[in-house]
Nanobody, 122 residues
Framework: QLQLVESGGGLVQPGGSLRLSCEASGGTLNYAVIGWFRQAPGKEREGVSCISLSGGGTNYADSVKGRFTVSRDNAKNTVYLQMNRLKPEDTAVYYC???????????????WGQGTQVTVSS
């Protein structure tokens, strides 16, 4: 059965960087749209970024544009989210997901990982 596992979260100071990884087991990510989402306490889940099957297409929420970069390594069956210039408001649990439609609508994604916590604080 396909499972997604996120890693790379942690505590970082404002202005710092983290790289999240999303790895699949029991299946391949190579033929799927992959999205990154986050959910902060008391807030709804929001789309952060997505990447197309080939990696040629990427999309970002306005709040992270210019700071986050999504990429994929199909040989490693892994998708990454490089997060730079992190802000306290980026604090959330970050999830990766497999979707059938390119975009940042969580309703278009049907396989989800368990999430990894990112905390940005001094």
């Amino acid at each position: 059965q396909l499972q997604l596992v996120e890693s790379g979260g942690g505590l970082v100071q404002p202005g710092g960087s983290l790289r999240l990884s999303c790895e699949a087991s029991g299946g391949t990510l190579n033929y799927a749209v992959i999205g990154w989402f986050r959910q902060a306490p008391g807030k709804e889940r929001e789309g952060v970024s997505c990447i197309s099957l080939s990696g040629g297409g990427t999309n970002y929420a306005d709040s992270v544009k210019g700071r986050f970069t999504v990429s994929r390594d199909n040989a490693k069956n892994t998708v990454y989210l490089q997060m730079n210039r992190l802000k306290p408001e980026d604090t959330a649990v970050y999830y990766c997901a497999i979707g059938w439609k390119y975009g940042l609508d969580a309703g278009s994604y049907n396989y989800w990982g368990q999430g990894t916590q990112v905390t940005v604080s001094s």
